[in-house]
């Protein structure tokens, strides 16, 4: 049996859904690392959602690493996320033409990675808050038993008023067992990737730890911690080579504990790191507010 075999198989204990007649999509689908995702009316429930069609040859490539081990498919993964900062899921399975498929609430405000690019001065004021409700959501995530392995701006949908956020994108999600956390599993975007990953070495939710900290550095910066680092997996090698750029120098108005705060979680031994996303959050429970100039 093939990889697209295999995957149809791990997917197909349900009755199999015509995307066609189910939804109406109203949008051009945006195109992800291993799918498509398309804001739709779902007709059986009269509901505008979010849809995401995963690419079957990806998905298999992906989930073939993990051959042996019962690795819960994503849409399983998400719907035992339930969390308010999280994207809610509502159902998953596979459509008539072989594509695991995922139903989730629509999320209409812009995504982290586009404010951040575009520098907006919405932002100002609204960071601290957005931070905590990141470290929430990847709390929620490991409370549940998972590592994201994906945190990212690109994974974090605002509200229209910028003053709360919920984290997607289930794809490269992991269950937090030791079978899971072996090297080799190469995954994620790279400019976000800890060391440990980089070098193919054994890991555990501090990966996401250190992206969270590298993604809240650029929140508060509108840079990356290495910025003339290349967005590939090759520019990830200076994570453990290279100090990042301090925070307070690139964003001096930044409360200095929440600046160590975000550094420690960049800290290319993970043993650095806070070991949970809640002793981040006790550390910066105290401040009210970013000093924003």
Known sequence: MGWFDKIGALFSGGEKTDIA??????????????SRFYKARDRDHDRIV????????????????????????????????????????YEHGVTAKGQAFTVMEFLPGPGLQQLIRQK????????LNLIR?????????HQAGYIHRDICPRNFICDPELDSLKLIDF????????????????????????????RRRPTDRRVDIFAFGVTAYELLAFQLPWPMAEATGKGALSHDTAPPVPLLEVAPWVQQNLAAAITDCMAP??????ATMELFL????????????
């Open 120 to 127: 907006d001065q919405r932002l100002v004021g609204k960071r």
């Open 21 to 34: 007649v189910r939804f109406e999509l109203l949008s051009e689908g945006f195109v992800g690392t291993m």
């Open 171 to 198: 794809g490269l999600t992991l269950p937090d067992e030791p079978a899971f956390r072996q090297p080799g599993n190469r995954t994620g975007t790279p400019m976000y990737m800890a060391p440990e990953v980089v």
């Open 282 to 293: 006790q550390r910066i429970r105290r401040l009210t507010d970013e000093r924003e100039t």
């Open 269 to 274: 031994n993970r043993d650095h790191r806070p």
């Open 50 to 89: 979010g849809l995401k069609l995963c690419d079957p040859e990806k998905t298999a490539l992906f989930e073939s690493r993990f051959a042996g081990l019962k690795k819960p498919p994503e849409g399983a993964i998400a719907l035992k996320l339930k969390h308010p900062r999280i994207v809610e899921t």
């Open 133 to 141: 409700q990141m470290a929430e959501a990847v709390r929620a995530v």
